[in-house]
C-alpha cells in the first residue's frame, strides 16, 4: 500500500520560510513526484515536480526562485522548501505519486495535505 504523509505547513508571515515535508512508504512508483495546492475557492494546482530517473525538477511559474523540491531517499522523504513566502501561497499543500506504469500526467496517490497560511 502506497502512503503519502505530508507535515510542515503552518502559519508564517510574509517573507518567511517554510519547508514541508512528505513521508512516503511503498513498493512501486512512477517517474514522478509532485506538490500541488489548493487555495480556498480554487481549483487545486501544480506547483512543483521531481523526476526519479534523473533527479529533473519543474515549478509552476508562481513560485520559481522561491521554492525547491528535493528528495532525500534515505528516510523516504519528499520536502519542498518555500522561501519568500506571499500570502498568495496560502493553500493546502498535497504531495502526491505516480502508481509505476502511470502517465506523466496522472498522479494516483495523495496525501492529506499540510495548511500553509502566509499572513501579509
Known amino acids: 500500500q502506497v502512503q503519502l504523509v505530508e507535515s510542515g505547513g503552518g502559519l508564517v508571515q510574509a517573507g518567511g520560510s517554510l519547508r514541508l515535508s512528505c513521508a512516503v512508504s511503498?513498493?512501486?512508483?512512477?517517474?514522478?513526484f509532485g506538490w500541488f495546492r489548493q487555495a480556498p475557492g480554487k481549483e487545486r494546482e501544480f506547483v512543483s515536480s521531481?523526476?526519479?530517473?534523473?533527479?529533473?525538477?519543474a515549478y509552476a511559474d508562481p513560485v520559481k526562485g522561491r521554492f525547491s523540491i528535493s528528495r532525500d531517499s534515505a528516510k523516504n522523504t519528499l520536502y519542498l522548501q518555500m522561501n519568500s513566502l506571499k500570502p498568495e501561497d496560502t493553500a493546502v499543500y498535497y504531495c502526491a505519486a505516480q502508481m509505476y506504469g502511470a502517465p506523466n500526467e496522472r498522479y494516483d496517490y495523495w496525501g492529506q495535505g499540510t495548511q500553509v497560511t502566509v499572513s501579509s
Open positions: 521531481f523526476r526519479r530517473s534523473g533527479g529533473d525538477t
Open positions: 511503498g513498493r512501486i512508483f512512477g517517474n514522478y
